[in-house]
């Protein structure tokens, strides 16, 4: 697949409300927190969720104490199992499919993800090797995702999820490597996977090419940081400032990463990445 065409998918991969019937609102177990100002059961519809599968309190969700919906990304995964899975059926005309949708839309929502991380890997300018092996995961994955429910259902998501994290482990230290073997001034961070940096100041640190795969990076200070080839894969970035900083070659980043975020207008985020409304510029 060319790189052209990966990048379409990834940018293709945006959640659709229209086109959804409020599955992230109905299908998702919510606790309350700081986050979520409500404990709702998986199953169960959120009393803000109207008949139209619109919600009631859109324009004031952080406001009322429901900042984690303003974070949720599906990347399309509603939309897919609304139209596509289901046909077009809404759960409140066929309640008897209700229980089947709202099961087949977690396990969809990771496939978009591993679909999401794979094209993206395809952008990038990779060795034909692992772009061979990048494109045969990649239309498995698609296949995957265009069954019908039961046979979603019946997929053990965590034995697809293996061979999709060791080919994003070997992109990750394919680009990472050759990064820095052609700028002698990137000084790599050592031990960053999974490093505890909860609240520290990293304000216009160069962090280019580091590994930062399930970093604590909760509230630290990202102002200005030069953060171009990092790997963001399960990184945690909730209130962490990213004001100025630049991220425009990052590796896996999400847009729910960055929608827990902070940031500014003058944040360089990835093509397929949004700023969100909420930042303040």
Not at 160 to 167: K, Q, S, Y
Request: proline share 3%; net charge negative.
């Amino acid at each position: 697949m060319h790189s052209e065409t990966a990048k379409n998918i990834r940018e293709s991969l945006k959640a659709d409300c229209s086109k959804c019937f409020g599955l992230c609102c109905t299908a998702l177990n919510i606790v309350a927190s700081s986050d979520f100002a409500i404990n709702k059961p998986a199953g169960t519809p959120c009393s803000n969720l109207q008949r139209d599968f619109r919600c009631k309190i859109h324009k004031n969700l952080r406001d009322k104490g429901f900042k984690g919906c303003t974070v949720f990304d599906c990347l399309g995964a509603g939309q897919k199992v609304s139209q596509d899975t289901f046909s077009g059926q809404n759960w409140q005309e066929h309640p008897e499919i209700s229980k089947k949708m709202f099961s087949v839309f977690p396990i969809m929502e990771q496939l978009y993800e591993m679909i999401a991380f794979i094209a993206e890997a395809l952008t990038f300018n990779i060795s034909p090797s692992l772009q061979d092996k990048l494109n045969k995961q990649l239309e498995k994955l698609q296949g995957l995702s265009d069954m019908e429910a039961d046979s979603i259902l019946s997929l053990d998501i965590t034995t697809c999820r293996l061979p999709v994290n060791e080919l994003l482990l070997e992109t990750s230290e394919y680009i990472r490597n050759e990064l820095s073997s052609k700028d002698s001034s990137i000084s790599i961070e050592e031990q960053c996977r999974g490093v505890d940096w909860i609240g520290k100041n990293l304000q216009g640190k160069d962090l280019r090419t580091s590994d930062l795969r399930g970093a604590y990076l909760i509230a630290a200070d990202l102002r200005n940081s030069d953060l171009r080839g990092v790997d963001f894969i399960g990184a945690d970035l909730r209130d962490a400032n990213l004001s100025g900083a630049d991220l425009s070659t990052s590796m896996f980043l999400t847009q729910m990463q960055i929608n827990s975020a902070k940031g500014n207008d003058k944040t360089i985020l990835p093509d397929h990445i949004q700023p969100p409304s909420h930042w303040i510029n």
